[in-house]
């Protein structure tokens, strides 16, 4: 190479040309690494955001506090029933402190193998079924507890009581219902008959069994028991029997009994009612509801004892 050439080498300067076509491609580059005045947010635009992201926090707050109120107030008002596949759905119930599950291994109630509440009645049975229930039909309930229960009440129409509500259990009820019917297969011990002394049957006496039968029916159907019964041969009879003397798993009733009986108060008359904070007394005006209600013979009850 020509030494004295490369030493006389100089910059050509660029030509009018050269020079747009830089500044044309110095412009392009530019428009694709920044944003055009199309997206660039007006005043008013960054206004609006600022002031919906300030906005944005208390507004989520303001849907999770609502929605913290509803499943709070929703769950008082029925947080009597908890559904879950390990446990059973309950309605709220004050005596749930008392339940304590126990096994049990029930009788044959045949042949030997039954109970003391069984057999022919005594005053001594008689004692022991009124003792099954007679203090658990009518309980002391507090206004906290009240205010959990779906099954509301009214207060107690006794005089001290009358800032508390009246409440049962209903297994109570039941037991109640219960030896109804026993007593109504000894009418003249008990005074129990449904048949008048010109043959005809007495429709406040049927009407009253016919519900306890129907109280009991839906209260079994309603717990529905499955405990397992199987079945023995019999090889001295050759048969087939129920083997009814199994375990089931129980409540246990004395427990139970333990919780309510304390709060027993005795209800002496069912005419009389709080309002406003005070007792009134309805026994003087007009007859006994109740009375009236199983006097009204429906048309066409014309039953009599031949038709038992």
């Given amino acids: 190479m020509d030494i004295t050439a490369a030493k006389s080498y100089q ?26 005045p199309a997206f660039i ?31 709070t107030t929703t769950q008082s008002k029925y947080q ?6 390990d446990r059973p759905a309950e309605m709220y119930s004050p005596a749930h402190e008392a339940i304590e599950y126990t096994p049990v291994s029930f009788r044959m109630a045949l042949e030997g193998d039954t109970s003391p509440y069984q057999g022919w009645p005594t005053d001594e049975k008689d004692q022991l079924w009124q003792d099954l229930y007679d203090r658990g039909v009518t309980l002391r309930l507090s206004e906290q507890d009240h ?17 508390e509500r009246l409440v049962g259990l209903d297994v109570f009820h039941q037991l109640h219902c219960l030896n109804q019917i026993r007593m109504a297969f000894y009418p003249r011990r008990y005074n ?87 007792l009134v007394d309805y026994r003087g005006d007009g007859p006994d509801p109740e009375q009236v209600a199983i006097s009204k013979v429906p048309k066409g009850w014309n039953y009599t004892v031949d038709d038992l």
């Fill in 11 to 36: 910059k050509v300067a660029a030509t009018e040309k050269d020079q747009k076509d830089s500044t044309d491609f110095e412009d392009e580059d530019s428009s694709l690494l920044s944003p055009g």
């Fill in 41 to 71: 947010p007006s005043t008013l635009q960054r206004s609006k955001l600022r002031i919906f992201f300030l906005l944005l926090p208390w507004m989520i707050n303001i849907c999770l506090g609502a929605a913290l109120i509803y499943l």
């Fill in 80 to 85: 009597s029933c908890v559904y879950g596949p």
């Fill in 147 to 163: 205010d959990k229960l779906i099954n509301k009440t009214e207060h107690i129409p006794v005089a001290g009581y009358e800032n």
């Fill in 192 to 278: 129990t008959s449904m048949v008048d002394e010109n043959g005809n049957v007495k429709y406040g006496q049927w009407l009253h069994i016919d519900h306890c039968i129907e109280s009991i029916r839906e209260s079994l159907t309603c717990h529905s028991d499955i405990s397992v019964n199987g079945f023995e041969w019999m090889e001295d009879k050759k048969i087939l029997m129920p083997t009814l003397h199994n375990v089931h798993m129980c409540r246990n009733f004395s427990k139970i009994r333990e919780w309510a009986f304390p709060r027993f108060v005795n209800l002496p008359t069912k005419r009389m009612h709080v309002e406003n904070g005070k």
